[in-house]
């Protein structure tokens, strides 16, 4: 019994670094709500296959809801983006990087996109546009 119970712990130790693996999800913009709606299901279904193949059933449904959060992030709409490349800004320095996702500081003057008030943008010292949602400061489309 103390065999088994010493060979369980080792084998549990061995297991660690194998659950603390980093999975990179890269996603393109949708263009169109089909198109988002179909990267909210393939980011579903790609979630629950890798959560299950570290965490076996508790692992699919875990992966698969942090799979659709990915697959479903929000993208500015065509006529904000067009508006936002149409009408550059002063080139603003932000500390740290920039990604989908990401809260920008409330240091950071936004400027508002009069046709769409849920959205705003900057322009980066790389003279490229970030748009942001006014709700939660979180960038919604950037290129680098």
């Known amino acids: 019994m103390r065999r088994f119970i010493l060979a369980s712990a080792a084998f549990a ?3 660690g670094p194998v659950l603390a693996q980093t999975t990179v ?3 393109t913009e949708p263009t169109s709500q089909g198109e988002q709606a179909a990267g909210t299901l ?4 790609t979630g629950a296959v890798a959560g299950a193949l570290v ?3 508790v692992g699919a449904v875990v992966g698969g809801v942090a ?3 990915v697959g ?6 065509d006529d904000v983006r067009q508006y936002v490349v149409a009408n550059p800004t002063a080139p603003v320095v932000v500390e740290g990087e920039i990604t989908q996702g990401s809260v920008i500081p409330g240091t950071v003057t936004l400027v508002p996109v009069p046709s769409n008030p849920d959205y705003e943008y900057f322009y980066t ?4 546009p970030v748009i942001v949602s ?6 919604v489309y950037y290129v680098q």
């Open 134 to 139: 006014k709700a939660d400061r979180k960038v």
């Open 42 to 45: 393939a980011g579903a279904g």
């Open 72 to 77: 479903g992030i929000a993208s500015a709409p």
């Open 25 to 27: 999800v890269t996603t």
């Open 13 to 15: 130790l061995m297991a």
């Open 125 to 128: 010292s790389n003279n490229q």
């Open 55 to 57: 965490g076996g059933p």
């Open 67 to 69: 799979g659709m959060a």
